[in-house]
DNA sequence: CAGGTAGCCTGTTAGC
DNA sequence: TGCTAACAGGCTACCT
């Protein structure tokens, strides 16, 4: 479940611990959460170099090294990464510890162990092919009311090259990190009560106005969750263990059944994209 | 090609 | 009360 928020907060909390570290060893207790290269390959080619400043692309986190090259980690839905001095105890689920030059250790832990890791040589060669093909960050200027009306499909006056309007619900195509690289469930559901915009709506039904209303909602919503230090519904945490504090601020998602904050509805939670969906019937249209 | 969905996985929750 | 089935969801692979 961690989103954009919840992974630079990750980011921002490791770079002290982790800038300027040696890995001095590499613990590998469930190796298949390695993904490239070979387990074997993964610890000799990263035991001995030292970390440079964290980094962060869409949900990925990019753990830079010295003289080029990068341990790329995604934390799909369990996954979590901190710093812990090695006398506390390792919790269930730990897979991977990296003993650093300091004697702290950088540990792993994914129940689901949907989460895992990429090593990057200086060339690019191993990076996680999601990680490729990923749209605009949502905070960065080209997530635009512009952009996010071009993806909708059926273009605008003057188009040269008018597309089809999509079909799809615009709650699948906030998802879609080719998109906008970032947002997850919690998120869109969130932006698109603020936008007023129903989460099942067609794509192609989504007016300019609306597409801008939208954009605008995403950055506010992802800044605030940023500056909340992400949202902890159930299970993320921070590269220092802390708890996210955006969860008092949500507005749809987890309120099946409670009051609409504007007009009182019942919030509903319905199946969108093949996602459990909240919104405000009456609000969202 | 666009769009829908199964599968990955295990702790939690809903329902009988 | 105790068991089982459904659910949670980011992303990829596969199907239509």
Redesign the pocket.
Same mark, same amino acid.
């Not at 597309?163 to 619900?169: D, F, G, S």
């Given at each position: $479940?961690?989103?954009m928020p919840e992974v630079e907060t990750v980011r921002r909390t490791l770079a002290p611990h982790l800038t300027g570290r040696r890995v001095r060893r590499v613990e590998l207790l469930r190796p298949?959460q390695i993904r490239h290269p070979d387990p074997d390959t993964f610890v000799a080619a990263l035991e001995g170099r030292r970390f440079a400043a964290p980094g962060r692309r869409? +949900?990925?986190l990019l753990l830079h090294l010295d003289g080029g090259g990068m341990l790329v980690s %995604?934390l799909? $839905?369990?996954g979590r990464l901190f710093v812990v001095d090695p006398r506390v105890p390792r919790e @269930? %689920?730990t897979h991977v510890v990296f003993h650093l030059d300091d004697g702290a250790e950088l540990r792993y832990q994914d $129940?689901?162990? *949907?989460g895992g890791f990429h090593l990057v040589d200086a060339d690019g060669r191993g990076l996680?092919? #999601?990680?490729k093909?990923l749209g605009p960050e949502v905070l960065d200027a080209g997530w635009s009311a512009d952009y996010l009306s071009a993806c909708l499909?059926g273009g605008v006056d003057g188009d040269a090259h008018p @597309?089809?309007?999509?079909?799809?619900?615009i709650k =699948?195509?906030l998802?879609d990190?080719t998109i906008v690289a970032g947002l997850?469930?919690?998120y869109?559901d969130e932006t698109l009560f603020r936008a007023g915009v129903h989460p099942a709506r067609? =794509? #192609?039904a989504v007016t300019p106005a609306e597409a801008a209303g939208i954009v605008a909602a995403s950055r506010d919503v992802v800044s605030e969750a940023v500056a909340a230090n992400g949202t902890t519904f159930?299970l993320y945490f921070d590269g220092e263990g802390r708890r996210g504090d955006y969860y008092s601020q949500l507005r749809v *998602?987890g309120r099946r059944g409670e009051p609409c904050f504007c007009c009182g509805t019942p919030i509903v +939670?319905a199946?969108v =994209? #093949?996602? #459990?969906?909240h919104f405000c019937p009456a609000c969202q249209t």
């Open positions: $479940m961690p989103e298949s869409g +949900k990925y %995604h799909r $839905m369990s @269930r %689920h $129940m689901r162990t *949907f996680p092919p #999601g990680l093909g499909g @597309r089809r309007p999509r079909r799809t619900a =699948a195509l998802l990190q997850g469930n919690i869109v067609p =794509a #192609g159930s *998602f +939670k199946r =994209a #093949g996602r #459990g969906t």
